[in-house]
């Protein structure tokens, strides 16, 4: 399996913009989880969903983020309009249940840079 | 809900020596430890996980120990080399917040 793939691998936009980060977890995981990784915070769960369905969102900043998971293969994460306090790297990560007392496969990370 | 503190931030170690990264946890229903290591550039990766059942765990040059009365658990990395460089994660779940929390990291330096 390729592992839990992230699109893109950098994104640098502007101030306002909209940004679009995008997950394809591993098949056959039925968790997906979004986390956000600063210097000053560290790694926070944003949100995750258990068999396409949100579970909690309380981790999401503020409602310029939402997160959709149209099937089981697909993730995206939207800001917008983007803030250069949004700078930061996303991950995407999945796990085969729906229990956090399992292993999380992460991707590779999206390092988004906001002007 | 659970506090995560690790200590220390970073950690530089010969190569050879042992390496050792500390964490303490708040709730006391916590029942999942795992480490996670990242290296430059890529996602946290699993490297070991105990869970509350078990005081000590081993996987070749990896070794966890958790003391649940003190509320701490430990990763050791015994003859340290350099692809052992990289940011550790500690990490607990359990109880009512049933999300996983993550430590500050420690950044490890093994130097020849």
Known sequence: ???????????????????????KPISGHNSLF???????RGLELLIYFNNNV??????????????????????????????PRDSAVYFCASSRTESFNEKLFFGSGTQLSVL | GENVEQHPSTLSVQEGDSAVIKCTYSDSASNYFPWYKQELGKGPQLIIDIRSNVGEK??????????????????????????????????????????LTFGTGTRLQVTL
């Open chain 2, 58 to 99: 081993k996987d070749q040059r990896i070794a966890v120990t958790l003391n649940k009365t003190a509320k701490h658990f430990s990763l050791h990395i015994t003859e340290t080399q350099p692809e052992d460089s990289a940011v550790y994660f500690c990490a607990a779940i359990g109880g009512t917040a049933s999300k």
């Open chain 1, 34 to 40: 979004w986390y956000r990784q600063t210097m000053m």
């Open chain 1, 54 to 83: 949100p579970i909690d969102d309380s981790g999401m900043p503020e409602d310029r983020f939402s997160a959709k998971m149209p099937n089981a293969s697909f993730s995206t994460l939207k800001i917008q309009p983007s803030e």
């Open chain 1, 1 to 23: 399996d390729a592992g839990v793939i992230q699109s893109p691998r950098h994104e640098v936009t502007e101030m306002g913009q909209e940004v679009t980060l995008r997950c």
